[in-house]
């Protein structure tokens, strides 16, 4: 967990969201996972999907770790296809777990999830999630927690199929690399000053999270473990960074 959340008076952090300033609205959301315990299984509705039920846009996200136990894993996709009434028996009896596809991850993993696919997050991992700004999940299986599911809606919507690994990339942590492996959105990571994956790029919202060092955007000093946001690339001063990760929206 970065130094920043580390005096949180002894309480659990599973989840940190940023949120933009009055006025803005952002098309992105960025966040900090740290998990103990698996979260739920889940999927979200492609933009036309999400239309149909008075939504934008539906949800894409991608996942950076940071930081993994030996034994750690993703849900990805299933480890093979299988029919709805399958998938549907499955969770009710709460066997769908067989069914997934768990997939070993490590530090510098990075996984873009696409709308449809059956995902969830184990235990033990540490990672940044960016994602458009949509508030549409639906919860296919919870543990037996007591919350919401959503069974026929992710059903409708779900791949049920295994995972295409071409989504599946491996950032090391001394280089700049560009991580939009088939987002609707821009990723890259940025060592040192090395912007020259930024100065070909255009976009109407630029998110700036500092994993080492920091950024100044806007004026302002960002550290690790906080997020800032802008409209232009020229907002973004890097003089001071280490390794930042930066999202932007395709224009």
Known sequence: MPEIYSAANGRKIGEIWFEA???ISPQLMVKYLFTS?????QV???DRQARRIGFPHGKEESW???DAKPDAVLGLGLKKTVSATKLKTAAILGEIEQLIDWKPVKKGDFFHVPAGTIHAIGPGISLIEVQRNVDITYRIYDYGRPRELHLEEAIAVAKLKPYDMKYRD???ADKSANLSVGAPFGMVQIVGTD??????TASQEWQIIPLEG?????GKLIKAGECGICARL???DLSRNERALIAFTMT
Request: without cysteine.
């Open 21 to 23: 300033p009055k006025g």
């Open 37 to 41: 315990e698996k979260l739920s299984i």
């Open 44 to 46: 979200h509705p492609n």
């Open 64 to 66: 950076l770790v940071l």
């Open 170 to 172: 491996e950032i090391p």
């Open 195 to 200: 912007d020259e994956i930024l100065s070909k």
């Open 214 to 218: 920091s950024v100044t955007v806007r």
């Open 234 to 236: 020229a907002d973004i």
